[in-house]
Nanobody, 126 residues
Framework: QVQLVESGGGSVQAGGSLRLSCATS????????MGWFRQAPGKEREGVAA????????YYADSVKGRFTISQDNAKRTLYLQMNNLKPEDTAMYYC????????????WGSGYTYWGQGTQVTVSS
């Protein structure tokens, strides 16, 4: 059974940094795509970043390019999201998600995920 558990959220001032972690368990084979999503109150969930078994396949939402970095540690089976220069508009619940047996591709990295974590709250004050 696949499980995703996020951690690392918190409250910071604008310009600050946070690193989110997503610990994974369960088996899903050598091919996969994993992503970070966020949802602010009253807004739709949006994809933030994704990466997968193909290390060249890394994607970011335009709103976070240059500020956020997604990475993974296969030995620890953990996905990370380093968030720098945070802005108040980054305030949201952040979710980790996975879609096994699929590569991350540019046309679909923001959709089609099978497994989701419970979320971790990020609050950025001005």
């Amino acid at each position: 059974q696949v499980q995703l558990v996020e951690s690392g959220g918190g409250s910071v001032q604008a310009g600050g940094s946070l690193r989110l972690s997503c610990a994974t368990s369960g088996y899903w084979g050598a091919t996969y795509c994993m992503g970070w999503f966020r949802q602010a109150p009253g807004k739709e969930r949006e994809g933030v970043a994704a990466t997968g078994s193909g290390y060249w396949s890394t994607y970011y939402a335009d709103s976070v390019k240059g500020r956020f970095t997604i990475s993974q540690d296969n030995a620890k089976r953990t996905l990370y999201l380093q968030m720098n220069n945070l802005k108040p508009e980054d305030t949201a619940m952040y979710y980790c998600a996975a879609k096994p047996w699929q590569n991350c591709v540019s046309s679909s990295w923001g959709s089609g995920y099978t497994y989701w974590g419970q979320g971790t709250q990020v609050t950025v004050s001005s």
